[in-house]
């Protein structure tokens, strides 16, 4: 006996987020050949779910916890090392799928692991010291980074392999694109999925939703908040370290791969609204497939890849005059 | 007379360096409603808050069935079975109200359990259970609040200001619901009205600058109109 969903106050956010999509891929087929319009469109998804995996996390963190985690990057650039680390130890006798998938857990794992001391150590002391988080946060991406370069060299690792099968190349539309690439964007597509089934689905992400919007009743209602921010924290870190090593076979390991990406998701998680985790999926896919769209046009006619930086500038300061909260943000 | 459910004693808070309370003293009776009563900010809402350890008294003592629950961290004291409706309907308004309700599972299956009570109590949040409770109306949120803390098996309810901006037909709902609960609850309600706090309150404790200047039953108040007068401002 009970009525239907009323309208979803995001509902015209999604309207609009996706008749730009539509636009994009329309201005594609517009401009180029079917065979680089397959490419482009794989890049931008490809891209899209990188910086999803960095800033799923900061969403959520920032959500929960108010916490602007500038170490997210960090965590990408040490996923990838820890993997790197873990798929060398593993040594040559075990079956190179084995080892990489070992790559990919240890890497999820001893991110998370990590988060979860951070949350526990540094930053719950600062909790009534925002802008010190921050300057934490920042100062431990710099720590990590430089121990990093210390310790392996600027110049970063010599790329692992991925099994035989991802090592192949697809042929889209009549073109060329690495499998590798559309694994990553199946795996980022696979953790969208779950994540949002995590935070939709089960008691801890009810909860994790809960206490984004009122920490305090959460506390009343008798549950004890601390632990589930670790657990965020935690899940937060472990997807962006996750993110690094899927990412690392394709664009290397360096102590400065996390600096990008991080400034990216930035980016998404302000486009998509502070702390909303499905305007972050959506942000994440407008902003992939709208800078894969812009560096092949700029590439095309102004022989320079600079509008791609530019053009991902260009929507965050359109959407924010229209939406000063982001896609899916709450209006004050 | 057996011994209270609650008993608040000498409570001093500071909210930052404000001296906010300065020594109360409340006995909550087990089985009736007891009304916390005084102007605004004569320290309702942090006596409240105070003994659910949101914030943490800086003296006095606070005993919840004969535990002393000073200064426990506040998830612990909810699990010993206090719920808490704050002001302002504090409802997570993303959540849907099924969510709203489950959420205060202490033990699985305690929403299911008290599902028929509590939709036979507020019918509207049966037909609405899947809206995000952020499209309720006011009165719904209240109570919704209300039901939330009725979710798991809690002896005590800490209820404030659940009266504030709803419509008079709304309030004699809420009046009928509070009623019904405290057959089987211990209530311990903050109310700026003093038409619905005389209506409800069995027991009543008055706070004035952050101290308890009056307890005792209500309807010796109510004999006392010149008291009420004083301390309330309201003419009986």
Do not use: C
Not at chain 1, 141 to 166: H, K
């Amino acid at each position: 006996m009970t009525q239907g969903h009323p309208a979803s106050p995001h509902r015209r956010a999604v309207l609009a987020a996706s008749l730009f999509l539509v636009g994009v891929v329309v201005l594609n087929v517009f401009l180029f050949p079917p065979a680089q319009v397959g490419v482009i469109l794989l890049s931008g998804l490809y891209q899209a779910m990188l910086f999803f995996l960095v800033a799923s996390g900061l969403a959520i963190i920032f959500g929960l916890l108010d916490v602007l985690n500038l170490a997210q990057g960090a965590f990408f650039m040490l996923g990838a090392y820890v993997g790197f680390g873990v798929y060398r130890l593993l040594g040559e006798g075990l079956a190179l799928g084995v080892r990489f998938a070992a790559a990919l857990l240890a890497a999820l794992l001893i991110g998370g692991l990590l988060g979860a001391l951070v949350e526990r150590w540094l930053i719950r002391p600062l909790y009534v010291r925002p802008l010190f988080q921050i300057v934490l946060t920042l100062g431990l991406a710099m720590v990590l980074r430089e121990a990093v370069r210390t310790l392996y060299g600027p110049a970063g690792l010599i790329p692992i392999q991925p099994p035989a099968p991802l090592r192949t190349t697809l042929t889209v539309l009549g073109a060329q694109f690495e499998t590798y690439r559309v694994f990553i964007i199946g795996m980022g597509g696979g953790l969208m999925l779950a994540t949002w089934l995590l935070l939709r689905r089960t008691r801890l992400g009810m909860v994790i939703r809960a206490g984004v919007e009122d920490r305090e009743m959460v506390e009343a209602l008798g549950i004890p908040v601390g632990r589930v921010f670790t657990l965020a924290f935690a899940l937060g870190s472990g997807l962006a370290a996750l993110g690094g090593i899927i990412a690392a076979p394709y664009i290397g390991a360096y102590p400065e791969m996390g600096d990008v990406f991080l400034l990216n998701a930035i980016i998404v998680v302000v486009l998509g609204g502070m702390g909303s985790f499905e305007g972050t999926m959506m942000a994440s896919l407008l902003v992939g497939l709208t800078r894969a769209t812009a560096e092949q046009i700029s590439l095309e006619y102004l022989d320079t890849p600079l509008l791609a930086s530019v053009s991902i500038l260009l929507i965050m300061i359109l959407v924010l005059l229209v939406r000063p909260s982001g896609l899916f943000g709450s209006e004050p | 007379m057996t011994s209270p459910l609650l008993q608040v004693e000498d409570l001093h808070t500071y909210i930052g360096s404000q001296h906010i309370l300065q020594g109360v003293d409340v006995e909550v009776p087990a089985g009736t409603v007891t009304v916390l009563l005084g102007r605004n900010g004569a320290g309702k809402t942090t006596t409240l808050r105070s003994i659910l350890g949101l914030w943490k008294p800086a003296r006095g003592r606070v005993v919840f069935a004969g535990q002393d629950i000073t200064g426990w961290p506040t998830h612990a004291i909810a699990r010993l079975g206090v719920g808490y409706v704050p002001e302002h309907r504090a409802i997570f308004r993303s959540l849907t109200v099924e969510e709203n309700l489950r959420i205060a599972e202490r033990r699985k299956g305690d929403f299911q359990r008290r599902r028929d009570f509590l939709f036979d109590l507020f019918p509207d949040l049966a037909r609405l259970a899947h809206w995000p409770a952020g499209q309720l109306s006011g009165g719904q949120q209240q109570m919704l609040a209300i039901a939330r803390a009725l979710v798991p098996e809690n002896r005590l309810l800490l209820i404030d200001e659940p009266s504030e901006g709803l419509a008079p037909v709304l309030i004699e709902h809420l009046i009928e619901a509070i009623r019904a609960l405290s057959a089987s609850l211990t209530v311990l309600l903050v109310e700026q009205n003093f038409h619905v706090a005389r209506r409800l309150g069995v027991h009543y404790a008055i706070l004035e600058h952050g101290r308890t200047v009056h307890q005792g039953r209500m309807s010796d108040l109510l004999a006392q109109p010149d008291l009420i007068h004083r301390y309330l401002g309201v003419t009986v």
